[in-house]
Each structure stands twice: as C-alpha cells, then as structure tokens.
C-alpha cells in the first residue's frame, strides 16, 4: 500500500514538472502594432481600414450574464488531470507586442524622414511599390528622374535593411525571436493596407495598382 502511494505520488510530481505553458503569437496585438508604427513612418494620410469587433464563438455556451458557461463532462470529455490538480497540460500565456524601445524607435524614426525626403515621391510617382513579404521594390525606374535614380535605389536599399532589422528587434525585443516571420508578414499586410490610393503593391498575381 506504501510502496503504491509513493508511486502515485511521485507520478503526480512528474506529471506536474512537465506541464507546458504554451505562448502563442498574439496575431491582434501585433496587427495594432504594426498599425501604428507603419502610420508613423508613412504619415496620417494614409489610413488602414478599421478591425472589425471580434464576434464571440457561438459554440461555446454562455451564460445570460454573457460569460461563458461550464460545458457537460460529456460534452467536453473528463480531465483527468484535474485529480492531482493539473488544471490544464497545455496552458496558453497571452502577450503583448512593444514597439516603444529605443532600438524600435531610432529605426522608425530613420525610416519616417527617408520617406518623407525620398521614397514618397518614388510610391507617387508608381516608381516604386511594396512586396508581397514587407520589403520595397523599384519597379520601374523610368518613372524616376534620372539625377534621382542613383540616391532613390540606395535609398530603397537602406529602407530594406531597416526593415528587416525592425521585424527581427521586435521579436527579439519582446522575448521571441522566433515570431519574427510572424511578425514580418503581418507587417507586410499593413504596409499594403496603409498604402495610399495610387501606389503599387505586390501580391500572389504580381504586382497591382491601389
């Protein structure tokens, strides 16, 4: 009977020892994020399309106060682990995106006076054009003054190294560096999205007009 106990326990413990919290990539925080940092560096005329309300899951019932109501064990199966007071093997941690570090900002802010001193005229002029994975492209350099296309080219060139340092300092920045794809995709959708009327834009197809 000892001997039974003891191994019960020292199931338990391990059992506890290997609960696993899992953090998951805060898509909404990030999409906020880069929202604001994209509408920094490009100005306040371009503007994104308002996020819809998120709409609740119908399949969870609730309760008519509105919080979610506790779901049959025949629905939602036993939990077994709750005998030994594991609440859940897999438990979500949510995060928050930071863009205000001092390396985030000096980046942005780099980023916000070349556009205004130079790749804005490049985007109005269709010269240039945003891609598919969050960098800028010139695209067609005849519409570019030829005393410019010189400076613009090395322009684009530093605005894509910037870019692809900031999509890895916000990773980095908020205790993830592997989100950083993540975090450069969704990037990259704000861009387009906060493009102005006019510019160029890569998608799966090629390259389109807004």
């Known amino acids: 009977m000892h001997r039974w106990l003891g191994t019960s326990v020292a199931a338990a413990l391990l059992l506890t020892a290997c609960v696993t919290i899992n953090v998951y990539f805060p898509a909404a925080e990030a999409k906020e994020a880069a929202r604001e940092f994209v509408e ?58 930071n863009i205000k570090t001092p390396a985030i900002q000096a980046i942005q802010g780099r ?17 240039l054009g945003l891609t598919r994975d969050g960098m800028i492209e010139v695209r067609d350099a005849g519409k570019l003054a ?13 605005d894509n190294r910037d870019r692809k340092a900031v999509y890895r300092e916000i990773a980095v920045a908020n205790g993830h560096p592997e989100w950083e794809a993540q975090i450069r995709q969704t990037f990259a959708q704000q861009w387009i999205a906060s493009a102005r009327g006019g510019w160029w834009y890569q998608d799966a197809g090629g390259w389109k007009q807004k």
């Open 111 to 127: 980023m916000a006076t070349r556009f205004r001193n130079q790749l804005q005229a490049g985007f109005d002029a269709g010269a």
């Open 146 to 158: 030829l005393k410019d296309r010189v400076a613009i080219t090395q322009a684009v060139a530093d």
């Open 40 to 97: 920094k560096v490009i100005g306040d005329d371009a503007k994104s399309p308002a996020t819809p309300e998120a709409k609740p899951d119908s399949s969870v019932p609730t309760t008519p106060g509105g919080s979610a109501s506790l779901m049959p064990v025949s629905r939602r199966g036993f939990d077994w682990l709750s005998l030994i007071g594991i609440a859940s093997a897999h438990a979500q941690e949510s995060a928050d995106i």
